[in-house]
């Protein structure tokens, strides 16, 4: 990060303070939104992901995405909505996202394979050449067969394989390099009713609920009276296991998302300077249990066991990544050592975590029920990637397509355990792979909920001093 962003962020830090001492005097009710206990579908409290996150998570993951393989994402922002004429982009300043120019992005990267983390692949000057020309073929001349039929087999396994994502393709012009560091996620005053079409999309069309339904404080619903969500609820719990986890998923997220709205908010502008920091009036509106009646603590558990999913799906895929095959290739060598390091010291502490959800309760019926089930799952989870494209605020779809696609990526981890379990050392797996873009979204969306929860421990703690 450059010093000029380090000066910036302790201005921010100063005005979030005088702003914390306006708005902290009237949120008494929301100390109540603590929310606590264990976590329904699974085993594990609410205390113990909070510690495991805060001491052992947080501080590495946040490192992590500051490593140069980890922030830079390439990604097409103009791919045109897919299911409705859109209402056009937003033109808030902070809605803009800032391209990295060419000469910014390590060489090891710019390359342009999706390949390129591969030590064989990175060992030949045809191979260069390959991916500058997007073609494989280059590499036949320095390649034995075996490899040669690997890398072949790779690329037809990964044209085909089940993706429970709408992937951009790198390959297209409209696709650019972003640094993730200097494009954060935060409130950018998109709001209204296209904000509001794309997540009613997503719950109403896509997470297995009938319309005669009606989702709390759903704001394009008609007025449901005395009724608070319990007949939601009570349809939720009347639902087979998965489909209860889709919609935790996706609660999950955009619970996540407003965390980060909330904490990252735009709270007065200087001289043409704004100052970012937590907006307390903010946080209650979304998550209050009295302004919520009932429902922001729940979207808070909901949070929690995202967190889970993604945390069993890194602790399952690092034997992927244990393999010496396996370089996180940007061309600095020393820092590429570094990252892998860092990554697998990572990959242990998942490891360690002691009351994991268990993958395995799911999909267990029958075998032709469980995949006809397994595969609606993934594919009313792909939609909802490709309707990620309907943002109107680029800044917002960039940071929608990356946790989707990284929640996409845990999910095809969790289905994937057979195939990882017959990884070979040191040759490219036929039956699993991931692209680079599909490891720093992974990593990425990871470290966004690492970082919601410790806001939320954050909110929680200048709660209590306020009472």
Not at 147 to 173: G, M, N, T, V
Not at 231 to 241: D, K, R, V
Not at 340 to 346: A, D, E, P, S, Y
């Amino acid at each position: 990060m450059s010093r000029g962003a380090r000066r910036a962020g302790a201005g921010q830090g100063a005005a979030a303070a005088v702003q914390l001492l306006v708005t902290l005097s009237f949120l008494p009710s929301v100390v109540e939104a603590q929310v606590t206990g264990v976590l329904d579908d699974c085993l594990c409290d609410i205390d113990s992901i909070d510690n495991f996150n805060t001491f052992k998570i947080f501080p590495k993951i946040k490192k992590l995405q500051e490593r140069d393989y980890f922030r830079y994402y390439k990604v097409n922002l103009k791919r045109p909505c897919p299911f409705w004429a859109e209402d056009g982009h937003c033109s808030i300043k902070d809605c803009h996202v800032e391209p990295c120019p060419e000469s910014k992005i390590p060489v090891g990267i710019k390359a342009g394979s999706s390949t390129k983390y591969l030590k064989v692949a990175n060992s030949t000057k045809e191979l260069e050449d390959c991916e500058q020309a997007n073609k494989l073929g280059a590499v036949n001349s320095t390649l034995s067969n075996q490899s040669k039929e690997a890398f072949i087999d790779w690329a037809r396994y990964d044209d085909s394989q089940d993706h429970f994502c709408e992937l951009d393709d790198e390959r297209s012009p409209a696709a650019q390099y972003v640094d993730l560091l200097l494009n954060p996620e935060r409130y950018t005053g998109y709001k209204g009713s296209s904000a509001w079409r794309v997540w009613n999309s997503i719950y109403e069309e896509n997470c297995f609920k009938p319309r005669s339904v009606y989702r709390p404080l759903n704001p394009l619903a008609p007025s449901r009276g005395e009724d608070d969500g319990e007949s939601f609820y009570t349809w939720l719990e009347g639902l087979c296991l998965e489909k209860r986890v889709f919609y935790k998923l996706i609660s999950g997220l955009h619970a996540s998302i407003n965390l980060h709205l909330c904490a990252n908010y735009l709270l007065e502008e200087t001289w043409g300077k704004p100052s970012w920091g937590p907006n307390m009036k903010e946080f209650k509106r979304r998550f209050d249990p009295v302004e919520t009646k009932g429902e922001g603590p729940r979207r808070l558990k909901n949070l929690y066991f995202l967190y889970l999913i993604e945390l069993r799906a890194l602790s399952k895929v690092a034997p992927y990544f244990e393999r010496s095959i396996v370089d996180l290739y940007t061309g600095n060598v020393e820092e590429d050592a570094d990252t892998k390091t860092l990554l697998l010291n990572i990959f242990q502490d998942t490891k360690s975590f002691p009351m994991h959800f268990d993958e395995k309760s799911m999909f267990a019926g029958d075998k032709k029920g469980a995949k006809s089930l397994k595969e609606e799952f993934r594919l009313h989870f792909k939609n909802i990637s490709r309707i990620m494209d309907c943002v109107g605020c680029d800044k917002c779809r960039l940071w929608g397509k990356l946790q989707t696609q990284g929640l996409g990526t845990a999910l095809k981890i969790l289905f994937s355990e057979k195939e990882i379990q017959k990884l070979p050392e040191n040759s490219p797996s036929k039956g699993f792979q991931l692209t680079r873009q599909e490891i720093v979204a992974l990593l990425n969306a990871f470290g966004r909920l690492s970082t919601s929860i410790r806001e939320l421990q954050n909110f929680k703690v200048l709660l209590q001093h306020s009472r």
